[in-house]
């Protein structure tokens, strides 16, 4: 390593952040100095091999490492007689990262190293240069960069319905990264294509489709974007080449607590914001049967054409599940589209002891299943899937033979380029397909079990702890939603003034909980009730203790407010 950089690394040296990662690996024999691990394969040499004494006590030469202050990206590959140069760096870069993943388990480390974006843009310097930097900076602006991350890995993160870092889907992003092709042809993508028409298959079964296609697509917003242009297609298929104009109103029904994606969707779409009908909810945050089917008679009247519902599977906020069966009566009443927005609870259909959440819902003619949220594939991971094959061609097809050649020597089949909306498609589902593979159906139901049962230990927990008040009671998965009531505000009478100094304690704790760096939590309104705490259960690292930790940190950050 060179002088600059070891005297950059101590500028920027971070010992809350990692401290004890070393310690930890060599407690496990994964690290140790270099002559302890000569030593150790000395002796395994000498357990399976005859070989020449002298060799095995003549230690090799300590490794040059380059002067990366003096070298440059163009001095690797593909420039000539780099491919050790190349490696060498390469093995820097991987070192940071895997330094990174081990130290994102130890809950020593801040979850945040929180600062204000005008402080952190002084300190990454992240102007563009004319001049290229040398590659001594560049380690360091990947140093810097990791510092600064939120660690979504930590086990005391519980801030997003995305939590975790999983080892092997991590693995698969890397080996997707190294390949760098895109997915719309086998003929440039030909295993990952094998692997998606499989793994697609494998998530239609487990809906309950017997037939029927799918793809991976960029977040669960595009999935229900892709769902919207099919229903689209199936009512009205001249709008594909004519537009709307003179098309008759299209309406959407979603419920009231439903993800935003579906607005976004119809004006992207050209339907309009104002043409996604919110459906009411009950008391659990499940949408009511009765007023969707008034809304559809309501429609129909205007002169309006209801031709999509959306259940949610999963609502971000509440976790509810919307009744499927009912609305599947509904809407075959009615002839309309039915989609289910399962991005958030897609998972538990893994589940033997939870999938009833879900009942019904094969009778859907599209679904949203986001594998990035409960079951901890690394982001982003999302798929629609759909009942009846051929749709997405019908609907996204523009038959650009320059291309999609239909002459091509194999199975065109294969090419899937041309029922996606984008042209350029990561290789989302390997991540999936490998960790899948190394944990099996049962290994993920057993993770999501666990996630449903940290999700009642944190329920127990809250209804006995003075302070703390259920937003929602009985939530039916892992959102659990809480008030935490500060001293202050405690045994006063429920006036609007009240309600309005309990608005405030959500936000002064979750401040204070990214200056310290403890842990994270989300917060927000809902309707007519002020901000409250969302607590989520997805991250596989998290335990009881990390629970518990989580209710004494918003004690002791909160208790003078």
Avoid at 265 to 293: F, Y
Wanted: glycine residues 6%.
């Amino acid at each position: 390593m060179s002088r600059r950089r070891l005297m950059s690394a101590e500028v920027i040296s971070d010992s809350n952040r990692m401290a004890g990662v070393t310690e930890r690996i060599g407690s496990l024999g994964l690290n140790g100095s270099k002559k302890d691990l000569r030593e150790r394969d000395n002796e395994r040499l000498r357990r399976t091999m005859s070989v020449d004494d002298a060799l095995i006590t003549q230690p090799p030469q300590e490794e040059l490492q380059p002067d990366y202050f003096e070298l440059y990206a163009r001095d690797l590959l593909p420039a000539k007689e780099s491919g050790e140069l190349t490696g060498k760096f390469l093995k820097e870069v991987t070192e940071q990262l895997v330094e990174y993943i081990q130290g994102s388990f130890e809950r020593k480390n801040k979850v945040i190293d929180f600062m204000q974006p005008s402080e952190l843009k002084e300190k990454l310097h992240l102007d563009l240069p004319d001049k290229a930097e040398n590659l001594d900076q560049i380690l360091l602006d990947i140093k810097n960069t990791l510092r600064y991350c939120v660690i979504t890995g930590h086990p005391r993160f519980f801030n997003q319905l995305s939590q975790g870092c999983d080892v092997i889907s991590t693995a698969g992003e890397w080996v997707t990264a190294a390949v760098n092709t895109n997915m719309f042809t086998y003929e440039i993508a030909p295993v990952f294509t094998l692997i998606e028409k499989a793994t697609l298959k494998k998530m239609r079964e487990f809906i309950g489709y017997k037939d029927g296609e799918g793809i991976f697509c960029p977040g669960g917003a595009i999935s229900n974007l892709y769902a919207v242009l099919a229903a689209r297609q199936h009512r009205l298929p001249q709008c594909k080449r004519m537009g709307l104009k003179g098309m008759p109103q299209l309406v959407i029904f979603t419920s009231v607590d439903s993800h935003f994606s579906f607005m976004k969707a119809a004006v992207i779409c050209g339907i309009g914001a104002d043409n996604v009908i919110a459906v009411n909810t009950d008391e659990r945050g499940k949408m009511l049967v009765s007023d969707l089917d008034d809304k559809i008679q309501q429609a129909s009247a205007r002169g309006d054409v209801p031709f999509l519902v959306n259940a949610t599977g999963g609502t971000t906020v509440r976790g509810s599940f919307d009744p499927i069966q009912s609305i599947a009566d509904v809407c075959e009443k009615y002839n309309i589209w039915l989609h289910v927005d399962a991005a958030w609870g897609g998972g538990v259909l893994l589940s033997r002891r939870h999938r009833h959440l879900l009942d019904g819902i094969e009778r859907a003619d599209s679904v949203t299943w986001n594998p990035h949220k409960i079951m901890g594939v690394t982001l982003q991971c999302s798929a629609i899937l759909l009942k009846e094959d051929g749709i997405l061609m019908e609907t996204n097809s523009m038959k650009a033979n320059y291309l999609f050649q239909q002459d091509k020597h194999y199975d065109l089949e294969y090419d899937t380029g041309d029922k996606a909306i984008q042209c350029g498609r990561h290789l989302d589902v390997f991540k999936l397909w490998l960790m899948w593979r190394a944990k099996g159906t049962r290994g993920l139901e057993a993770q999501i079990n666990k996630l449903m049962d940290l999700s009642q230990y944190l329920q127990d927990k809250l209804l006995e702890r003075p302070g703390f008040q259920m937003v929602f009671n009985k939530p039916e998965y892992c959102n659990v939603c809480f008030w935490y009531v500060p001293p202050s505000l405690r045994g006063l009478p429920d006036t609007r003034e009240n309600q309005l100094r309990l608005h405030k304690v959500a936000p002064a704790i979750k401040a204070r909980m990214m200056e310290h760096g403890t842990t994270m939590v989300g917060y927000q309104p809902l309707r007519e009730k002020v901000n409250f705490f969302r607590m989520i259960t997805s991250n596989p690292a998290t335990t009881k203790s990390d629970i518990d930790f989580l209710i004494e940190e918003i004690e002791r950050l909160g208790k003078d407010l």
